[in-house]
């Protein structure tokens, strides 16, 4: 019999999560189109990763001693990329980005979001012990844009840099994050300040 203690684990999404991605809804408050994240984890996500667009890893809850989530709170998408730079050539440096980001609305506030950002940079940091990477990338629609600013030391990318899009994000706000050259110090943990 499931006991009541809750535990919380980020892990990547699988069929084991569909039946609680289905109640999973984003406040309409706070993103210009919920539908949209809404539809991709109960949609696209697992065939995204089936063929190779990008892997989603979900906040989820268990109870404890129970094998299958009973919540999920929160997802982050992510996908490898590059941060273009257009001069008299086109060049590129090897990124990780943030295809997608949505927390459920029931778990806003609660610091979520900054959690599966922060799992983000650690990837990065776990993939650099295997492959270059030197930005981490996010298309942010226009109301997340000081939101992402918040929480890490996103920039804009500007006129000087692009980065890669699809039809769905071309109207998003494209942000970098300069991953520091590698070390045994954890980056970019602001535990001690609060988030929106």
């Known amino acids: 019999m499931c006991g009541k203690k809750r535990v919380k684990k980020i892990e990547r999404f699988d069929a084991k999560h569909a039946s609680i991605a289905q109640s999973f809804y984003v406040n309409p408050e706070h993103c210009e ?11 696209n ?21 129970c094998d299958d989530p009973v919540c999920l709170n ?3 998408s992510l996908k490898a990329t590059s941060l273009v730079i257009e001069d008299n050539t086109l060049s590129g440096y090897p990124a990780l980005e943030i295809s997608e980001l949505a927390v459920d609305k029931k778990f806003e506030g609660q610091h979520y979001g900054k959690a599966l950002l922060e799992y983000a940079v650690r990837i ?20 997340a844009e000081s939101y992402y600013k918040h929480v890490l030391p996103f920039h804009n990318a500007g006129d000087y840099y692009i980065i890669p899009r699809e039809q769905w994000n071309e109207n998003c706000i494209p942000l970098y994050l300069w991953l520091p050259e590698k070390s045994n110090e954890p980056r970019y943990c602001m535990d001690d300040e609060e988030d929106e």
């Open 74 to 76: 929160g997802y982050i």
């Open 124 to 143: 990065c940091d776990e993939l650099r012990e295997q492959i270059g990477i030197k930005y981490l990338l996010v298309c942010a629609e226009k109301n």
């Open 33 to 43: 189109n919920p539908q949209h994240f809404e539809g991709y984890i109960r949609l």
């Open 45 to 65: 996500a697992y065939g995204d990763f089936r063929s190779g667009m990008s892997t989603t890893h979900v906040m989820v809850e268990y109870e404890d001693g």
